[in-house]
């Protein structure tokens, strides 16, 4: 069983995280991205669930020269399960895809998710042809992570981080989607409307 805090896990994924655009999926995953720090180069999602992996796909895309963390959770990855196959086929360099896994869908109630029934999400991004995937369970595991998100690669990468199956209070990020929008475009130097 983990014991990892997901808090303290994102926090220390994000340690030093210099110009890293990071897309948060939809609960848990953007209320740790906040508590770490809001940031303009932060994209939450509040109501795109299953959609965090794609949207850090078209960001990559459309930002080849800038490093991408789409950060997401289990369930929302589970419900994605296509996506990851996007990804592989389009083999972004710059594109990592962290999942926080709590073994549980944490915003319908804490039932057990099939992560938590023993599904590996590593072993499915790794036979769908990512370039690396790994799993870790502590903080000096999240910090070798942390220091690939910055190296080159050869394609898109799926880290695992697995955490304890608890629901923290709720950090929560601004809700207005033209806000979020705006800042995030203006942090990319496009116009804003």
Do not use: C
């Not at 991408?68 to 895809?97: F, R, S, W």
């Not at 910055?150 to 209070?169: D, Q, T, W």
Request: glycine residues 12%; charged residues 20%.
């Amino acid at each position: 069983m983990a014991t990892l805090e997901r808090r303290a896990a994102v926090a220390e994924l994000l340690k030093e995280r210099g110009e890293l655009l990071v897309v948060a999926g939809l609960g848990s995953p953007a209320y740790d991205l906040h508590a770490a720090g809001d940031s303009d180069a932060n994209f939450y999602l509040w109501g795109a669930m299953g959609s965090a992996a794609l949207i850090g796909l078209g960001l990559a895309q459309a930002q080849p020269a800038r490093k991408v963390l789409a950060l997401t959770g289990d369930g929302e990855q589970l419900m994605g399960l296509g996506g990851l196959a996007t990804i592989a086929v389009a083999k972004p360099k710059n594109l990592v895809v962290a999942v926080i896994d709590n073994g549980h869908f944490g915003e319908t109630g804490m039932q057990a998710s099939h992560t938590g029934r023993g599904l590996d999400l590593a072993a499915v991004a790794a036979a769908m042809g990512f370039a690396e995937t790994r799993t870790v369970s502590d903080l000096a595991g999240v910090a070798s992570l942390r220091a690939a998100l910055h190296a080159a690669a050869a394609g898109p990468r799926l880290y695992v981080v697995k955490v304890a199956a608890r629901n923290p209070p709720r950090s929560l990020p601004p809700r207005d989607a033209v806000h979020l929008k705006n800042r995030f475009r203006a942090r990319l130097g496009l116009p804003v409307s």
